[in-house]
Protein backbone atom coordinates (compact mmCIF):
# COMPACT_ATOMS: atom_id res chain seq x y z
CA UNK A 1 0.00 0.00 0.00
CA UNK A 2 1.42 3.61 -0.90
CA UNK A 3 1.65 6.23 1.75
CA UNK A 4 -0.66 8.59 0.64
CA UNK A 5 -1.00 10.44 3.87
CA UNK A 6 1.78 12.77 2.89
CA UNK A 7 -0.02 13.50 0.27
CA UNK A 8 -3.07 14.34 2.06
CA UNK A 9 -1.55 16.85 3.88
CA UNK A 10 0.11 18.73 0.91
CA UNK A 11 -3.08 18.98 -0.24
CA UNK A 12 -4.37 20.44 2.76
CA UNK A 13 -0.96 22.74 3.27
CA UNK A 14 -2.47 23.98 -0.76
CA UNK A 15 -5.82 24.93 0.34
CA UNK A 16 -4.64 26.94 3.59
CA UNK A 17 -1.79 28.90 0.93
CA UNK A 18 -5.23 28.74 -1.54
CA UNK A 19 -6.94 30.63 1.54
CA UNK A 20 -4.65 32.76 2.72
CA UNK A 21 -3.88 34.23 -1.14
CA UNK A 22 -7.75 34.60 -1.37
CA UNK A 23 -7.59 36.65 2.74
CA UNK A 24 -4.76 38.60 1.38
CA UNK A 25 -6.14 39.88 -1.37
CA UNK A 26 -8.75 42.05 0.82
CA UNK A 27 -5.67 43.72 2.67
CA UNK A 28 -4.97 47.13 2.00
CA UNK A 29 -1.54 45.94 0.71
CA UNK A 30 -1.29 48.66 -2.05
CA UNK A 31 1.81 47.51 -3.84
CA UNK A 32 2.74 44.84 -1.57
CA UNK A 33 -0.44 42.72 -2.93
CA UNK A 34 1.22 41.60 -6.14
CA UNK A 35 4.12 40.34 -4.31
CA UNK A 36 2.53 38.49 -1.40
CA UNK A 37 0.23 36.93 -4.17
CA UNK A 38 3.18 35.81 -6.30
CA UNK A 39 5.36 34.97 -3.18
CA UNK A 40 2.39 32.05 -2.11
CA UNK A 41 1.81 31.26 -5.94
CA UNK A 42 5.40 30.37 -5.52
CA UNK A 43 5.46 28.47 -1.93
CA UNK A 44 2.39 26.40 -3.78
CA UNK A 45 4.71 25.66 -7.21
CA UNK A 46 7.54 24.66 -4.45
CA UNK A 47 5.07 22.02 -2.77
CA UNK A 48 3.02 20.93 -5.78
CA UNK A 49 6.83 20.02 -7.56
CA UNK A 50 8.37 18.74 -4.32
CA UNK A 51 5.62 16.41 -3.38
CA UNK A 52 3.42 15.99 -6.27
CA UNK A 53 5.53 15.90 -8.82
CA UNK A 54 8.62 13.99 -6.65
CA UNK A 55 11.22 15.78 -7.77
CA UNK A 56 12.57 15.08 -3.91
CA UNK A 57 13.16 11.62 -5.18
CA UNK A 58 13.69 12.38 -9.34
CA UNK A 59 17.50 12.93 -10.58
CA UNK A 60 18.96 15.91 -11.36
CA UNK A 61 18.15 15.71 -15.29
CA UNK A 62 14.29 16.55 -14.70
CA UNK A 63 14.75 19.02 -11.49
CA UNK A 64 17.50 20.90 -13.34
CA UNK A 65 15.18 21.18 -16.65
CA UNK A 66 12.42 22.69 -14.74
CA UNK A 67 14.57 25.01 -12.90
CA UNK A 68 16.07 26.17 -15.69
CA UNK A 69 12.36 26.78 -17.36
CA UNK A 70 11.77 28.45 -13.83
CA UNK A 71 14.58 30.67 -14.49
CA UNK A 72 13.87 31.78 -18.01
CA UNK A 73 10.72 32.83 -16.67
CA UNK A 74 12.20 35.19 -14.12
CA UNK A 75 14.00 36.68 -16.86
CA UNK A 76 11.49 37.53 -18.99
CA UNK A 77 9.91 39.19 -16.03
CA UNK A 78 12.15 40.74 -14.96
CA UNK A 79 13.73 42.30 -18.23
CA UNK A 80 10.15 42.85 -19.79
CA UNK A 81 9.34 45.43 -16.33
CA UNK A 82 12.62 47.10 -15.92
CA UNK A 83 11.32 49.73 -18.74
CA UNK A 84 7.84 50.46 -17.30
CA UNK A 85 9.22 50.07 -13.73
CA UNK A 86 11.92 52.55 -14.47
CA UNK A 87 10.07 55.24 -16.95
CA UNK B 1 12.62 3.12 -7.18
CA UNK B 2 10.52 4.38 -10.48
CA UNK B 3 12.60 7.01 -11.32
CA UNK B 4 12.42 8.01 -15.19
CA UNK B 5 15.62 7.33 -17.29
CA UNK B 6 18.30 10.32 -17.49
CA UNK B 7 17.11 10.84 -21.02
CA UNK B 8 13.20 10.78 -20.51
CA UNK B 9 13.55 12.99 -17.64
CA UNK B 10 15.51 15.78 -19.40
CA UNK B 11 13.36 15.42 -22.43
CA UNK B 12 10.02 15.31 -20.45
CA UNK B 13 11.59 18.24 -18.38
CA UNK B 14 12.79 20.59 -21.29
CA UNK B 15 8.88 20.14 -22.17
CA UNK B 16 7.60 21.22 -19.38
CA UNK B 17 9.67 24.39 -19.34
CA UNK B 18 9.35 25.18 -22.66
CA UNK B 19 5.62 24.98 -21.50
CA UNK B 20 6.47 27.44 -18.83
CA UNK B 21 8.08 30.09 -21.11
CA UNK B 22 4.83 30.05 -23.07
CA UNK B 23 2.69 30.73 -20.48
CA UNK B 24 5.67 32.88 -18.80
CA UNK B 25 5.12 35.42 -22.19
CA UNK B 26 1.93 35.87 -21.37
CA UNK B 27 2.21 36.66 -17.38
CA UNK B 28 4.75 38.32 -18.26
CA UNK B 29 2.02 40.79 -20.51
CA UNK B 30 -0.09 40.75 -17.37
CA UNK B 31 2.35 42.08 -15.15
CA UNK B 32 3.50 44.90 -17.64
CA UNK B 33 -0.15 46.39 -18.13
CA UNK B 34 -0.53 46.26 -14.53
CA UNK B 35 2.76 47.93 -13.46
CA UNK B 36 2.14 50.96 -16.69
CA UNK B 37 -1.94 50.77 -15.72
CA UNK B 38 -2.36 49.40 -12.02
CA UNK B 39 -5.56 51.18 -11.69
CA UNK B 40 -8.06 50.19 -14.77
CA UNK B 41 -6.06 46.69 -14.23
CA UNK B 42 -7.34 46.65 -10.80
CA UNK B 43 -11.02 48.00 -11.40
CA UNK B 44 -10.99 45.32 -14.71
CA UNK B 45 -9.53 42.45 -11.91
CA UNK B 46 -12.61 43.16 -9.50
CA UNK B 47 -14.88 42.49 -12.34
CA UNK B 48 -13.90 38.75 -12.56
CA UNK B 49 -15.73 36.14 -10.08
CA UNK B 50 -13.21 35.66 -7.53
CA UNK B 51 -15.20 33.02 -6.09
CA UNK B 52 -15.31 30.95 -9.14
CA UNK B 53 -12.22 31.26 -9.88
CA UNK B 54 -11.51 30.15 -6.08
CA UNK B 55 -13.81 26.79 -6.47
CA UNK B 56 -11.74 26.39 -9.59
CA UNK B 57 -8.74 26.12 -8.02
CA UNK B 58 -10.05 23.89 -5.06
CA UNK B 59 -11.03 21.46 -8.23
CA UNK B 60 -7.95 21.64 -9.77
CA UNK B 61 -5.64 20.92 -6.36
CA UNK B 62 -7.90 17.97 -5.61
CA UNK B 63 -7.53 16.73 -9.37
CA UNK B 64 -3.91 17.32 -8.69
CA UNK B 65 -3.69 15.26 -5.72
CA UNK B 66 -5.48 12.29 -7.36
CA UNK B 67 -3.26 12.48 -9.77
CA UNK B 68 0.03 12.16 -7.59
CA UNK B 69 -1.82 9.54 -5.77
CA UNK B 70 -2.36 7.54 -9.40
CA UNK B 71 1.80 7.70 -9.58
CA UNK B 72 2.01 6.36 -6.84
CA UNK B 73 -0.52 3.47 -6.90
CA UNK B 74 1.00 2.49 -10.48
CA UNK B 75 4.28 2.40 -8.47
CA UNK B 76 2.66 0.21 -5.82
CA UNK B 77 1.54 -2.47 -8.57
CA UNK B 78 -2.52 -1.21 -7.58
CA UNK B 79 -4.12 -1.46 -11.17
CA UNK B 80 -7.56 -0.89 -10.40
CA UNK B 81 -6.33 1.97 -8.03
CA UNK B 82 -4.69 3.69 -10.36
CA UNK B 83 -7.21 3.77 -13.16
CA UNK B 84 -9.92 5.03 -10.23
CA UNK B 85 -7.92 7.95 -9.63
CA UNK B 86 -6.67 8.74 -13.23
CA UNK B 87 -10.55 8.61 -13.88
CA UNK B 88 -11.42 11.28 -11.29
CA UNK B 89 -8.58 13.30 -12.09
CA UNK B 90 -9.72 13.26 -15.29
CA UNK B 91 -13.73 14.22 -13.83
CA UNK B 92 -12.23 17.22 -11.57
CA UNK B 93 -10.71 18.33 -15.36
CA UNK B 94 -14.08 18.02 -16.70
CA UNK B 95 -15.82 19.78 -13.87
CA UNK B 96 -13.19 22.68 -14.14
CA UNK B 97 -13.78 23.49 -17.62
CA UNK B 98 -17.68 23.16 -16.96
CA UNK B 99 -17.43 25.68 -14.38
CA UNK B 100 -15.36 28.02 -16.55
CA UNK B 101 -17.64 27.65 -19.11
CA UNK B 102 -20.38 28.26 -16.96
CA UNK B 103 -18.07 31.74 -15.90
CA UNK B 104 -17.70 32.49 -19.46
CA UNK B 105 -21.23 32.68 -19.87
CA UNK B 106 -22.12 34.83 -17.04
CA UNK B 107 -19.15 37.07 -18.56
CA UNK B 108 -21.05 36.99 -21.84
CA UNK B 109 -24.62 37.46 -20.66
CA UNK B 110 -23.01 41.00 -18.59
CA UNK B 111 -20.97 41.96 -21.87
CA UNK B 112 -17.44 41.81 -20.70
CA UNK B 113 -16.45 38.71 -22.48
CA UNK B 114 -14.15 40.51 -25.55
CA UNK B 115 -16.10 38.26 -28.33
CA UNK B 116 -18.89 39.86 -30.85
CA UNK B 117 -21.72 40.02 -29.34
CA UNK B 118 -20.41 39.88 -25.76
CA UNK B 119 -18.10 42.70 -25.00
CA UNK B 120 -21.08 46.17 -25.03
CA UNK B 121 -20.02 46.43 -20.94
CA UNK B 122 -15.82 46.86 -22.23
CA UNK B 123 -15.85 50.92 -23.02
CA UNK B 124 -12.46 51.53 -21.62
CA UNK B 125 -9.80 50.32 -23.91
CA UNK B 126 -7.29 49.31 -20.72
CA UNK B 127 -10.78 46.91 -19.71
CA UNK B 128 -10.61 45.99 -23.02
CA UNK B 129 -7.10 44.50 -23.11
CA UNK B 130 -7.33 43.16 -19.81
CA UNK B 131 -10.24 41.04 -20.09
CA UNK B 132 -8.20 39.87 -23.95
CA UNK B 133 -5.27 38.70 -22.10
CA UNK B 134 -8.02 36.98 -19.25
CA UNK B 135 -9.27 34.85 -22.60
CA UNK B 136 -6.66 33.93 -24.39
CA UNK B 137 -4.30 32.73 -20.96
CA UNK B 138 -7.63 31.20 -19.24
CA UNK B 139 -8.51 29.42 -22.95
CA UNK B 140 -4.84 28.70 -23.50
CA UNK B 141 -4.71 26.51 -20.07
CA UNK B 142 -8.09 25.08 -20.96
CA UNK B 143 -6.86 23.91 -24.27
CA UNK B 144 -3.85 22.40 -22.06
CA UNK B 145 -6.46 20.99 -19.55
CA UNK B 146 -8.62 19.54 -22.03
CA UNK B 147 -5.25 17.59 -23.66
CA UNK B 148 -4.33 16.21 -19.76
CA UNK B 149 -7.83 14.80 -19.47
CA UNK B 150 -7.67 13.48 -22.84
CA UNK B 151 -3.61 11.77 -21.98
CA UNK B 152 -5.19 10.64 -18.81
CA UNK B 153 -8.61 8.79 -20.87
CA UNK B 154 -5.61 7.22 -22.61
CA UNK B 155 -3.71 6.40 -20.01
CA UNK B 156 -6.62 4.38 -18.66
CA UNK B 157 -7.64 2.57 -21.79
CA UNK B 158 -4.08 1.45 -21.90
CA UNK B 159 -4.28 -0.01 -18.41
CA UNK B 160 -7.23 -1.67 -19.21
CA UNK B 161 -6.44 -3.21 -22.48
CA UNK B 162 -3.36 -4.34 -20.84
CA UNK B 163 -0.68 -2.46 -23.02
CA UNK B 164 1.10 -1.26 -19.90
CA UNK B 165 1.54 -3.06 -17.03
CA UNK B 166 2.44 -2.02 -13.38
CA UNK B 167 4.70 -1.23 -11.99
CA UNK B 168 7.22 -2.36 -14.91
CA UNK B 169 5.13 0.69 -16.92
CA UNK B 170 4.72 2.90 -13.74
CA UNK B 171 6.08 5.92 -15.93
CA UNK B 172 3.51 5.92 -18.79
CA UNK B 173 1.15 7.04 -15.57
CA UNK B 174 4.21 9.46 -13.82
CA UNK B 175 4.40 11.61 -17.44
CA UNK B 176 1.12 12.66 -18.06
CA UNK B 177 0.69 12.96 -14.26
CA UNK B 178 3.35 15.43 -14.28
CA UNK B 179 2.15 17.23 -17.21
CA UNK B 180 -1.10 17.60 -15.21
CA UNK B 181 0.81 19.22 -12.41
CA UNK B 182 2.08 21.48 -14.75
CA UNK B 183 -1.03 22.75 -15.77
CA UNK B 184 -2.08 22.89 -12.33
CA UNK B 185 0.75 24.74 -11.62
CA UNK B 186 0.12 27.28 -14.62
CA UNK B 187 -3.62 27.95 -13.06
CA UNK B 188 -1.53 28.72 -9.36
CA UNK B 189 0.07 32.04 -11.19
CA UNK B 190 -2.99 32.63 -13.50
CA UNK B 191 -5.20 32.80 -10.62
CA UNK B 192 -3.72 36.02 -8.37
CA UNK B 193 -2.62 37.61 -11.17
CA UNK B 194 -5.87 38.17 -13.25
CA UNK B 195 -8.77 37.69 -10.44
CA UNK B 196 -6.68 38.95 -7.32
CA UNK B 197 -5.43 41.65 -8.99
CA UNK B 198 -6.13 44.44 -5.64
Redesign the interface.
Known sequence: MPRLQPLLWVYLALLALLALTVSASFLPLGGLSPVVSTAIALAKTGLIAWFFMELRSEGWPLRLALMAGLFMCSLLLVMSSIDPVTR | ?H??E??D??H???F??????LF??L??AI??Y???HPQEVVEASKDLH?WIG?LN??VL??S??T???A???A??D?AVGTKRLLLAAAALGVAFLAIKAVEYSIEYRDGMLPVPGGDQQLGEPIAHLFMNLYLVATGLHAVHLTIGILLFLFTVARLWSLSIRLPRDAVSI?VP??YW?LV??VW??L???LY???
Open positions: MRLQAAHLGILASEFLGGFAVFRIVLATVLTSLAAMAQSKAQTALHDVIFYPALAR
